[in-house]
């Protein structure tokens, strides 16, 4: 077997995961994170690290947020799969590192009154970012990269097809409010509906569409983020419905355990059944 040094290791990785078709945005991450484990097992190579190694590696991550140490451990368990599927070691050290129980959050959507606010203030771009997330769900990974072609107005129901997290795609139901929102910023004959604020070709990146909506809601008093107004849609979409498959079909999540979260989300339906328990009969 060839060992090698952690910055061919790294390239390989992320070589890897550019075969594999990942999303820019994921390999990032990962390269980001390898980074972080090289420099924390130094001089010990990433290719060498042995279950003790990795023990101390979760043991430093402690101080973070349960979801933020499964996902540093679920990369670090991935780097060291793929390094024995590649057969660079015979093992997998990370194989008994245990990961943290990540307690399921409900979903916090922006209410209707600071939607309201934020859409009222809002220039043409970050309007119809603000809409197609609101309406239509869509992260800012898919805002940024929707095309042309990706609008279909020629259909009764206009549609978006949306290519999501690992380049799955889904077609949703495009809403009267973004319809409108993208005919007003002005859709393009072809190629990437948003356009780059600085004139260079290309769309705008998803961390570009994320902090310019967030920076900008956050200058009016909004607290809220762009991940706030998906949640509005899908909690809408299921209150509407009550389909799990429906709602997680619309969400885009890989899985309905995610979906399932937005359905525990109703509030008024459980203020009606709280306030609907029989009272008790005072002595």
């Given amino acids: 077997m060839a060992l090698m040094d952690n910055t061919a290791a790294i390239a390989a990785r992320i070589g890897h995961m550019r075969l594999r078709g990942l999303a820019p945005s994921t390999i990032r991450v990962n390269r980001d994170h390898l980074h972080r484990l090289a420099r924390f097992l130094h001089p ?33 368990h991935n780097f060291y799969v793929w390094a024995s599927e590649q057969g660079h070691r015979p093992d997998i050290p990370s194989v008994h590192i245990p990961r943290p129980k990540v307690p399921r959050g409900l979903p916090r959507p922006i209410s209707e009154d600071r939607l309201q606010a934020a859409l009222s203030a809002a220039p043409p771009d970050i309007y119809a970012w603000l809409t197609l997330a609101a309406w239509e769900g869509l992260r800012c990974c898919e805002i940024a990269t929707l095309t042309r072609d ?30 409108l929102a993208l005919r007003a910023y002005g859709l393009p004959a072809r190629g990437w509906v948003f356009r780059r604020r600085d004139g260079l070709p290309g769309p705008p990146s998803a961390d570009r569409v994320s902090w310019m909506t967030n920076k900008f809601l956050h200058e009016l008093g909004i607290p809220d983020t762009m991940h706030a107004l998906r949640h509005r849609a899908i909690t809408q979409v299921h209150d509407q419905g009550r389909d799990l498959l429906i709602t997680q079909t619309f969400a885009g999540h890989a899985s309905p355990t995610t979906t399932a979260g937005y359905a525990a989300y109703c509030p008024d339906r459980l203020v009606t059944a709280v306030m609907g328990i029989p009272a008790a009969v005072l002595a």
């Fill in 44 to 76: 010990c190579r990433l290719i060498e690290a042995a279950p003790l190694d990795l023990e101390d590696w979760a043991r430093a991550l402690l101080p973070l947020a349960p979801r933020t140490r499964y996902a540093e451990l679920s990369r670090t």
């Fill in 150 to 179: 990706s609008i279909i107005e020629s259909n009764a129901q206009p549609l978006i097809l949306v290519t999501g997290k690992g380049s799955k795609d889904r077609v949703v139901p495009l809403h009267p409010v973004p319809l």
